[in-house]
């Protein structure tokens, strides 16, 4: 007998109120022996594109078994519930349909098989208007994880109906790089939508000064690189070409919203 899958749980939900524990609560009553690790669950509410963003770049350093990910502003409506398995790997991901498990399924090759889970054998019964996250996704995932078959937990559906989270997309040119500001972190540092694989076109030279928003910056390789209040362009942890201010916040000296425009020269 296969021992049951671990269980990641990524959501909304802080850890002020009783949410999370109760979803690990029904998760250890279905599936006592899987481990949960809790990725986060500090994601601003309702934001979906990050929640994915940082499914996508977390997902590749957690075991693979059962991704539960939850953030979900229209819980209640018409919106489906979900259960997805990837092409690499075999990992499934649990959560609403929309746009939040997708990025996550790319970077496993895509879907290969769907099931709707909204009326789930799993789910718990009455099923609350408004937490979901307790009464149809957590019992669903930790039945996976215990062993239950996918086919079994909730109506197939087609693979390409999965809601996409749709993104804007970096363009490389004869004498640079457009490219996005898709997220923040707390020390204001900038992440870029441009990976580590795309950067071969994009003609940077670690050690070399480039322009950043017609701003002086210089591609290195971590914060001490250059002088303290300085502007960098490095390659985050997971990868992906960031931006940053050595003890400073890159966000504020380039007074960056989400989705604007970043132009690069090198």
Known sequence: ??????????????????????????????SPESRVIDVTHGIPRHDVRTGALLL???????PAGVHLAVIDPNVGTERRAVAVRTAEEDRLLVGPDNG?????????????????????????EPV????????????VAAALAAGAPLEEAGDPIDADEIQPLH?????????????HAIAFDRFGNVTLDVE??????????????????????VYAVTFADVPEGDLLLYQDAYRTLSLAVNRGSAQELLGLSLDDAVRINP
């Open 100 to 124: 939040l498990l997708s990025l996550a399924a790319q970077r496993f090759g895509g879907i290969v098989e769907a099931v709707d889970v909204s009326r789930s054998i799993h789910r718990l």
């Open 56 to 62: 996508r770049r977390a997902l590749p350093y957690l």
């Open 167 to 179: 993104m804007p997309l970096a363009e490389v040119d004869e004498s640079g790089l457009t490219v």
């Open 128 to 139: 609350s208007a408004t937490f979901h996250g307790r009464d149809l996704f957590a019992p």
């Open 1 to 30: 007998m296969l021992s049951p899958r671990p269980v990641s749980f990524l959501s909304d939900y802080g850890l002020d109120d009783d949410f999370v524990g109760v979803c690990h609560g029904v998760i250890a009553g279905i």
């Open 196 to 217: 580590h694989e795309e950067l071969t076109f994009a003609g940077l030279r670690l050690g070399h000064a480039v322009g950043v928003n017609a701003r002086r910056a």
